[in-house]
């Protein structure tokens, strides 16, 4: 009867054991704040093992930092004070931790002599006694989870227990570190260390939420970066917007500092100075002048932060006004796309209406093809337009002011109606036709009717609506592409496939996928340049390309133009690329004879 009395007792505690286990799993789950799902965990884990405090740390290879922690009631929390405490404090541990085992210290007056480090840590956080257990992702201890003064009782028959636990709770430290790696690296601009446009965003939110004083905007562009990539080569490019981001920096600070776009900066100033706010603007100004770079500045201060936009704007506008000044003065300069008279004119309704009449603008196509394969899986309609003296002149320069202007409407629907005018005449011949990108502007997607447009356009040819993929970029203006999320969600709907093209060149926003359903994701040609020597760069990219596959999104590279960004685009999952490596836009029946010709 002893004997199976004691038999029924093992049992009847490996059944506790075991619901316990299945309860810290469901609490794991239940929340999809990981945070609070394992705070309760904690919780149910000190009460489960009699303890006083549950915790959680994690581990940077030089230091171990609290993370969560519960406490019964009585006992004194001790998170704050255990904040990047050296590794070497728990050296002891490492060897177990390596085989996968649970520490245990039965007696903490067993380890004085042994372990005097150790020992000053844990009585100074009056522990007695405590199980802890190792957290690893792929091999790599990432942290630990443990209880202190436990029960002595049946101290060790509860390490596979807690060795089982610390599995589940590994799995879920794992995907925590991944997010958190995710939102830093979505803040961080990974070339010059700055903040960027999407933490820029945040903080002008924060600012107009609770700030009640003054703020000043600075906007400063690095004139003539086209021209150091094409003369010098991009890693003197690069060059110069790390120095202009470090003199930034040491103006307004790297709290306030941030690269918004490929060669623009921001800074902020909230400070109720207008005369100190000008003093680091002409600080900045003067550390410039003295460099072999020129950039072009504009600013604005408000003693009202209620609308930081609105001052943002300014500044910005004011900065375009210093950098026209700048390329009128420079008359060797290559080109000066910003707010050129040329492109002014043209963008006017009248003028820009005769000149698609005239055929003076004309569509290219740039052929995409599989990574793996090398093989044609489709192609990118360009617009291209002939200006008076027949040079063709690249879409950078007269986009932007048709922008401006609110008449990119009219070369979008043209562009789309030619697209769909090309692929019906393709399929008519029996051409073996890919899916062709077209790129709509924020501002077409925004007019009144052009859904309305768009369906009129497709039934005049009613092509496979799957051979054709609208493609928007992320807009800088509205932080991404929430203004048109609606839009393409209806796009999608009617049959169209959705791409987010240039992703990276100006931020990374990585809650798109959060939301909108969308089939292909464009990596920008900067991010491509950069995956090939930047670690962070291709942490980000193969982090992108993991939830693009989960999502069943393809991923395209354009800008390759070497055999070695293509194999590390191979690596990261990469499915399609366009660029200099395979060929150069053609026009449309260049494009027909090389590709469609059977």
Not at 153 to 161: A, D, R, S, V
Request: charged share 25%; with cysteine.
């Amino acid at each position: 009867m002893s004997q199976d009395m004691t038999y029924q007792d093992e049992l009847e505690q490996r059944l506790m054991r075991e619901h316990f286990i299945v309860s810290c799993i469901v609490e794991l789950h239940k929340n999809t704040d990981i945070d609070i799902a394992i705070n309760g965990l904690l919780s149910i884990t000190c009460k489960f093992f009699g303890a006083d405090r549950a915790y959680v740390f994690t581990c940077d290879g030089e230091t171990v930092s609290n993370t969560h922690e519960w406490c019964t009631d009585g006992v004194a929390p001790q998170i704050d004070n255990l904040q990047k405490v050296d590794i070497a404090i728990i050296s002891r541990w490492m060897n177990t931790f390596n085989q996968r085992r649970c520490v245990t210290i039965e007696n903490i007056e067993d380890i004085r002599e042994e372990s005097p480090l150790e020992y000053k840590c844990l009585t100074s956080q009056n522990v007695k006694r405590l199980i802890v257990s190792p957290l690893d992702a792929n091999g790599e201890l990432i942290g630990f989870m443990g209880v202190d003064n436990p029960p002595l009782q049946n101290i060790h028959e509860n390490e596979p227990f807690f060795e089982a636990l610390s599995y589940f709770v590994s799995s879920m430290m794992s995907r925590l570190l991944k997010e958190k790696t995710l939102r830093r690296l979505s803040f961080i601009d990974s070339l010059t260390k700055l903040y960027n446009r999407n933490k820029l965003t945040e903080d002008i939110a924060k600012i107009s939420e609770s700030y009640k004083g003054g703020i000043g905007v600075l906007y400063m562009d690095l004139n003539g970066l086209k021209s150091i990539n094409d003369h010098f080569g991009h890693t003197a490019g690069d060059t110069a917007l790390q120095t202009l981001a470090e003199k930034l920096k040491s103006a307004f600070g790297k709290t306030h500092s941030y690269r918004v776009g490929g060669d623009e900066f921001v800074a902020l100033y909230t400070g109720n100075s207008k005369e100190e706010f000008i003093g680091l603007v002409e600080k900045l100004q003067a550390d410039i002048e003295s460099s072999e770079y020129n950039s072009a500045i504009g600013y604005h201060y408000s003693d009202n932060c209620a609308n930081v936009e609105k001052i943002t704007k300014i500044a910005d506008e004011n900065m375009y006004l210093d950098k026209k000044y700048f390329y009128r003065n420079q008359k060797n300069a290559s080109r000066y796309r910003f707010r050129n008279d040329t492109f002014i004119a043209i963008s006017t309704p009248d003028l820009l209406k005769k000149l698609i009449e005239e055929e003076r603008f004309v569509i290219w196509f740039q052929p995409r093809f599989n990574t793996k394969t090398r093989k044609l899986c489709g192609s990118e309609a360009l617009i291209r337009f002939f200006d008076e003296d027949d040079v063709l002149v690249s879409p950078m320069d007269f986009v932007p002011e048709m922008e401006e202007n609110h008449t990119i409407h009219l070369i979008d629907f043209y562009v789309f109606r030619h697209v769909c005018e090309y692929i019906s005449g393709w399929l008519e011949n029996g051409k073996d036709v890919k899916p062709v990108s077209v790129n709509i502007s924020h501002k077409t997607m925004l007019h009144p009717s052009f859904i309305e447009n768009i369906m009129n356009i497709w039934c005049d040819y009613k092509i496979p609506k799957d051979l054709i993929v609208i493609e928007v970029s992320e807009n800088p203006e509205s932080g991404g592409i929430t203004d048109v999320i609606s839009v393409l969600s209806d796009l999608k709907k009617r049959g169209f496939k959705i791409a987010i093209d240039n992703f990276g060149a100006k931020y990374a926003d990585l809650y798109l996928f959060a939301d909108l359903k969308f089939d292909i994701l464009k990596l920008d040609g900067d991010l491509v340049y950069k995956i090939e020597t930047d670690e962070k760069t291709r942490l980000l990219s193969s982090s992108i390309s993991q939830i693009c596959h989960s999502e069943n999104i393809k991923i395209v590279a354009e800008g390759v133009e070497n055999e070695n960004e293509l194999q590390r685009l191979v690596e990261m999952g990469c499915d399609e690329a366009q660029g200099y490596l395979f060929d150069k836009p053609m026009s449309w029946n260049r494009f027909e004879e090389k590709y469609l010709n059977n």
